[in-house]
Antibody, heavy 117, light 107 residues
Framework: QVQLQQWGAGLLKASETLSLTCGVFGGSFSHYAWTWIRQPPGKGLEWVGE???????NYNPSLKSRVTISVDTSKTQFSLKLSSVTAADTAVYYCARATDRMGVEYWGQGNLVTVSS | DIQMTQSPSAMSASVGDRVTITCRAS??????LAWFQQKPGKVPKRLIY???SLQSGVPSRFSGSGSGTEFTLTISSLQPEDFATYYCLQHNTYPWTFGQGTKVEIK
């Protein structure tokens, strides 16, 4: 069974860089899009971006100038960095496994990241 | 970006009711659409993929239909555990985009 377990700092100050990592356990690491999705408190879901096992990325244009997603295939992990955070970046961040054909299937447990001013 | 417009945004319904939620895409997305259920404080759970395929383990009272720009999620007989927020997701075109959500509450 596929499991995604994520970790990272939960409290940041404005202008700092958000950093989260997601470990993948079970299943293949190839042939999938390793994805980040976020959800501000009480609001809807927003796709942040993705990376495949070869390192090819797609980002949400609304965040593109600040976001970096990287992958470490040897550790079956992928990471999210979001620079220059503000209070608007306060959200639960989810990692997920997806494919172009099937969309998002498996999710991590979510991490609440709070940005204080 | 492709805009996904869900309707209604919220609704009240009773146990046993038939519930239909609609998602309209601002441009055609073939059948690259999924439906998710989310309960407060929980991770979203996929119900439907490829517009009409039922995720393994999901009760058969859930069904999806549509292609192109208009999609529906139907719950044939609402159960107490179905009160939640539902989201559609298009994964045809980057950036992938979610509908704004439909909150199904108890009448």
């Amino acid at each position: 069974q596929v499991q995604l377990q994520q970790w990272g700092a939960g409290l940041l100050k404005a202008s700092e860089t958000l950093s989260l990592t997601c470990g993948v356990f079970g299943g293949s690491f190839s042939h999938y899009a390793w994805t980040w999705i976020r959800q501000p408190p009480g609001k809807g879901l927003e796709w942040v971006g993705e990376i495949n096992h070869s390192g090819n990325t797609n980002y949400n244009p609304s965040l593109k100038s600040r976001v970096t997603i990287s992958v470490d295939t040897s550790k079956t992990q992928f990471s999210l960095k979001l620079s220059s955070v503000t209070a608007a970046d306060t959200a639960v961040y989810y990692c997920a496994r997806a494919t172009d054909r099937m969309g998002v299937e498996y999710w991590g447990q979510g991490n609440l990241v709070t940005v204080s001013s | 970006d492709i805009q996904m417009t869900q309707s209604p945004s919220a609704m009240s319904a009773s146990v046993g009711d038939r519930v239909t939620i609609t998602c309209r895409a601002s441009q055609g997305i073939s059948n690259y659409l999924a439906w998710f259920q989310q309960k407060p404080g929980k991770v979203p759970k996929r119900l439907i993929y490829a517009a009409s395929s039922l995720q393994s383990g999901v009760p058969s009272r859930f069904s999806g239909s549509g292609s192109g720009t208009e999609f529906t999620l139907t719950i044939s007989s609402l159960q107490p555990e179905d009160f939640a927020t539902y989201y559609c997701l298009q994964h045809n075109t980057y950036p992938w985009t979610f509908g704004q959500g439909t909150k199904v509450e108890i009448k």
